[in-house]
C-alpha cells in the first residue's frame, strides 16, 4: 500500500501543478491543518474493480485553480471553479488506475461530483480508504486525496 500511496501523492502532485501551474509540496505544514475544507469532488469508477477518488481542498483554491487553467485575470463563475476541481479529480483518476488495476484494463469513470464545502455538508466516507496521501498546494492551501476500491466478496459481490 506505501508503492499505492506514494503513487496517488505523485500523480496528484503532477495534475495540480501541470493543469492549474500550482506549486506543491508533499509536506503540509501543521500550520495549514487548521485550514477548513472548502470543496471536495468524488469520482467514481468501474471496470476490473470498482471504486471512486476522493479530493478535498482546504483553503480559497477553487478561484486560483480555475483562474490558472483556463487562463483568465479574473476568477471566473462558480460553476467553472467547481468543473476546474473536477477535472483536475478526473485526471488523477484516470492516470492513477492504471497503476491499481493494470495498464491494460479499461475504466469507466463517471461525472465528477463537486460539493462546496462552504454551502454544504462534506459526504459520508466511502470506509476506509485504500491509499490516501495529502499535498500542500500553494502558498496557503492543501489536499486531501483518497482512493477507495471495492474488494470482491467471494460471492462476487463487492463491499468497501
Do not use: K
Request: hydrophobic share 40%; with cysteine; charged share 25%.
Amino acid at each position: 500500500m506505501g508503492d499505492l500511496t506514494e503513487r496517488l501523492q505523485e500523480t496528484g502532485a503532477l495534475a495540480f501543478e501541470e493543469l492549474a501551474f500550482v506549486y506543491t509540496d508533499r509536506e503540509v505544514p501543521a500550520e495549514r491543518r487548521a485550514i477548513p475544507a472548502t470543496a471536495e469532488v468524488r469520482v467514481g469508477f468501474r471496470g476490473p474493480m470498482s471504486g471512486e477518488l476522493l479530493v478535498r481542498v482546504h483553503g480559497e483554491l477553487l478561484a486560483t485553480l480555475a483562474t490558472n487553467m483556463l487562463g483568465e485575470v479574473e476568477p471566473p463563475a462558480d460553476r467553472l471553479q467547481r468543473d476546474a476541481l473536477g477535472e483536475i479529480a478526473n485526471v488523477i483518476c484516470g492516470n492513477l488506475l492504471p497503476a491499481v488495476g493494470g495498464a491494460s484494463n479499461v475504466f469507466r469513470l463517471d461525472a465528477p461530483a463537486v460539493r462546496d464545502l462552504r454551502r454544504e455538508a462534506p459526504s459520508a466516507p466511502s470506509g476506509r480508504p485504500l491509499a490516501r496521501a495529502e499535498l500542500a498546494l500553494g502558498d496557503d492551501g492543501w489536499a486531501e486525496l483518497e482512493l477507495y476500491v471495492e474488494l470482491p466478496s467471494a460471492d462476487g459481490g463487492g463491499e468497501r
